[in-house]
């Protein structure tokens, strides 16, 4: 039987490829953490009546992400690559050029955002709960 073969570990790319990497990404969003009609369309997730998001079958924990208009897209792009730039991340192996996640703190509270097309750099995100926060910025 033939040895599988291995990816490489992730290197951790300079300050100058980071740079280079948040020029070319950008936060498009996922309808999986809004309620209201966002520009990508309509929400797709569900909430009680406590507006806090019900459970979804074998998936963590959805957090809603208040981010729905072009201004808000724009911001949250802003966001994603100064965290590319600061080093904010965290690149998985056989992730790609860009980092998986990336996290960032704006407007008095941190946000996590997460690659979802590897190629052209593309991110969604959400808001981060408080035992997340601390996990990330100590």
């Not at 911001?75 to 100064?82: F, G, K, S």
């Not at 600061?86 to 998985?92: C, D, K, Y």
């Not at 056989?94 to 996290?103: A, I, K, L, S």
């Not at 704006?106 to 750099?121: H, L």
């Amino acid at each position: 039987m033939k040895r599988p073969k291995q990816e490489p570990a992730p290197k951790t790319p300079s300050t100058r490829d980071l740079a280079g990497l948040a020029k070319r990404a950008r936060y498009v969003g996922s309808p999986e953490h809004k309620v209201v009609r966002w520009w990508g369309g309509l929400p797709e997730i569900k909430t009680g009546q406590d507006g806090r998001a019900l459970p979804r079958a074998k998936k963590q924990r959805t957090t809603i992400c208040p981010l729905v208009d072009d201004a808000d897209r724009e911001r949250a792009t802003e966001w994603v690559r100064e965290a590319i730039k600061a080093g904010q991340v965290e690149f998985l192996e056989g992730g790609g050029d860009f980092p998986r996640y990336v996290w960032y703190e704006a407007d008095g509270r941190g946000w996590e955002g997460r690659c979802v097309n590897a190629g052209t750099g593309d991110y969604k995100g959400w808001p981060m709960e408080e035992d997340e926060l601390r996990a990330r910025f100590g």
